[in-house]
């Protein structure tokens, strides 16, 4: 393991994720939110959550690259940054009237 290629990648996914995501919680960033609408609710993938289930994903099938696995952490790290990182499955009205996008 070389710390210095897991540090460059986390900072490199930091830097990305912070580049394409809202800059506000309830705002749309440069890509369109991953969310499913049921009913009154909504079912919203946040990039730090896919990001972890990656991070899982290549740790059970043995996958393992220093410079990847720190770009995935940075990602996290700066979507759990966000006030609303919880909100994953919500009243979508609720949700407006506390972060108004």
């Known amino acids: 393991m070389n710390i210095y290629v897991l540090i ?10 912070r580049f394409i995501s809202a800059k506000k919680e309830g705002r749309q960033g440069r890509l369109k939110f ?3 609408k049921i ?4 079912l919203h993938i946040h990039h730090w959550l896919y990001g972890s289930v990656v991070l899982l994903v290549m740790w ?6 220093d410079f ?3 770009f995935f952490v940075g990602m996290v ?3 759990l940054m966000y006030k609303d990182f919880y909100y994953i499955f919500f009243n979508e009205k609720e949700y407006g ?3 108004p996008g």
């Open 8 to 17: 460059f990648g986390t900072v490199i996914g930091f830097l990305t994720a």
């Open 34 to 36: 991953i969310k499913f």
């Open 39 to 42: 009913g009154e609710n909504v």
């Open 60 to 65: 059970q099938v043995g996958f393992y690259n």
């Open 68 to 70: 990847i696995y720190g």
């Open 77 to 79: 790290m700066q979507g």
């Open 97 to 99: 009237k506390k972060y």
